[in-house]
C-alpha cells in the first residue's frame, strides 16, 4: 500500500523566515518552552482596533501574565481585566494606573474587595446578592458591572454555568445595587472560550437590551455592555476572522440599540496572545504497545500538567508540526508524567512523519494563551514551562 507524504501547512502558521527566527533563538535551549512574539501581539491589538473601532479592550490577564505581554499591552493603551488582587499587584508594580484595571472575577473575598479599592481600582462585576453587598461595605460608591448567565454552545473551551445569573436575578441586583450607593454601571457576559458560533453574541446581546429597557422603566439608565472574551484563535479547528465577528457583532447590537450604542467594552485573553505563542518541545520516547496495534505512542517533553491542559477533553487543538520527512503516519500523543490523563490526544489522530523518533523536536504553535499560567508547579518534579520573549 502506498501511503501519503507527511504534510503539514507551516506557512499558515507562521512565515519562513519567522520560523528561521524561532529555530536560530531556540537551538541551543533544554526543551520544553515557549517563546512568545510580542510584536505579533502588538500587531493582533492593532487588528482589533481597526476592526473593531467601537470597543475598549480590556485584555484578559490570565490568558498570559507574562510581564512582558502586560507591559506591551500597557503601552498600546489597553485595560485590563483582573481575576485577583496578586494579578491587581502586579499591574500596579507594572505601573498601570487603577482606573485601567476591572475586578473581573464574580468570586471574592471580601478584604479582597477592600484592598482593590484602597489600590484604587473603582470597576468591578458582580451576579450574586452577597458579592454585591461585600462590594457596597468595601468599595462604595464604585461601579459595578452585572455577568449574565449565557449558554456556551460552540464553544471549544466553555464557561457556562459558573458565572453570570438569570436575567431576572440581574434585574433585582441592578436595583438593589443602587439602592445600596453603588453605580450600577452595566452588563457583561462571556459566550464561552473560542466561540465559533458568532450567534452567540446575538442571544447575549438580545437579553442585554431587555434589561437595558427593564431598568430604564424604573430610572436606572445602564451605560455600558461587556462583550467578554471567546474571540478566536488558529488552532485546526477552523474559525471565522476576527474582521468577520466585528462586523456581525456590531450588526446585532445595532439591530437592538441602534444609533446610540451604550459603551462598549471587550475583554479578548486568547485572541490577543495566542497566536503569538510557540512552544518547542522534543520527542522523549515512541513505543508501540502491542505488535500488531495499529498506533505508535509518541510522548513529548510537555503535556498537560507542563500548559497544555486545554487539551482536556481534546478541546483545543493545537497545531504540531515536525521537520522529518516520511510517510504521514496516525499517532497517540501523550506528556511525560507518571499520571494516565497525561495523554494529549488519541480520538484525534495527529499525523507524523514515519520516520520521527526520539530527540526530534516538535513545534507547537498557538500557544501563547492559557499555557504557561496553566501548568503545575511539579509535578513529577517537572519545573513550570519556561518562557522567552523574541
Ligand atoms: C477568561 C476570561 C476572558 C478571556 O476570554 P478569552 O476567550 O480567552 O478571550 C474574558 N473575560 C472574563 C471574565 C474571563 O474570565
Known amino acids: 500500500m502506498r501511503k501519503e507524504k507527511y504534510e503539514f501547512p507551516l506557512e499558515e502558521y507562521i512565515s519562513s523566515k519567522e520560523f528561521k527566527k524561532i529555530k536560530r533563538f531556540s537551538r541551543d535551549k533544554e526543551t520544553p518552552f515557549l517563546i512568545v512574539d510580542l510584536e505579533k501581539i502588538r500587531v493582533m491589538y492593532d487588528q482589533i482596533v481597526e476592526h473593531m473601532s467601537f470597543v475598549k479592550i480590556y485584555y484578559a490577564v490570565k490568558a498570559n501574565p507574562m510581564d512582558e505581554v502586560i507591559t506591551t499591552l500597557k503601552d498600546k493603551g489597553s485595560s485590563f481585566d483582573v481575576a485577583t488582587i496578586y494579578e491587581v499587584d502586579q499591574l500596579l508594580r507594572l505601573e498601570v494606573e487603577p482606573g485601567r484595571i476591572s475586578y473581573g472575577n464574580t468570586i471574592k473575598k471580601e478584604k479582597d474587595i477592600a ?60 436595583l438593589k445595587s443602587h439602592a445600596l450607593g453603588l453605580e450600577p454601571y452595566g452588563l457583561s457576559f462571556h459566550v464561552g472560550s473560542q466561540q465559533r458560533d458568532i450567534g452567540q453574541w446575538d442571544n447575549a446581546i438580545s437579553k442585554c437590551k431587555y434589561l437595558f429597557t427593564a431598568a430604564a422603566e424604573k430610572g436606572i439608565h445602564l451605560r455600558m455592555i461587556n462583550l467578554g472574551g471567546g474571540f478566536p484563535a488558529k488552532y485546526l479547528s477552523p474559525a471565522n476572522e476576527l474582521e468577520t465577528y466585528a462586523h456581525e457583532i456590531y450588526r446585532f447590537l445595532y439591530e437592538d440599540f441602534g444609533e446610540e450604542l451604550p459603551e462598549i467594552i471587550i475583554e479578548p485573553g486568547r485572541s490577543l496572545t495566542a497566536d503569538a505563542g510557540i512552544i518547542v518541545s522534543e520527542v522523549v520516547m515512541v513505543s508501540k504497545k502491542a505488535k500488531f496495534n495499529q498506533y505508535r505512542w509518541v510522548y513529548l517533553d510537555i503535556g498537560k500538567f507542563g500548559g497544555l491542559i486545554e487539551t482536556l477533553d481534546e478541546c483545543i487543538k493545537y497545531p504540531i508540526y515536525c521537520e522529518k520527512k516520511g510517510c504521514a503516519e496516525e499517532v497517540i500523543l501523550a506528556g511525560p508524567t507518571c499520571d494516565s490523563m497525561d495523554i494529549l490526544y488519541e480520538d484525534h489522530k495527529y499525523t507524523f512523519p514515519h520516520t520521527l523518533k526520539e530527540g526530534n523536536r516538535v513545534y507547537i504553535f498557538t500557544t501563547g494563551a492559557y499555557t504557561q499560567s496553566y501548568c503545575s508547579v511539579a509535578f513529577n518534579g517537572f519545573p513550570p514551562l519556561k518562557a522567552y520573549v523574541l
Open 115 to 174: 484592598y482593590a479599592y484602597e489600590r484604587g481600582i473603582r470597576l468591578f462585576v458582580t451576579d450574586c446578592e452577597s458579592d454585591l453587598r461585600k462590594l457596597a461595605r468595601n468599595a462604595p460608591g464604585s461601579r459595578v458591572f452585572f455577568r449574565v448567565l449565557t449558554e456556551s454552545d460552540g464553544a471549544d473551551w466553555p464557561l457556562s454555568r459558573k458565572f453570570g445569573a438569570h436575567p431576572d436575578i440581574i434585574y433585582k441586583l441592578i
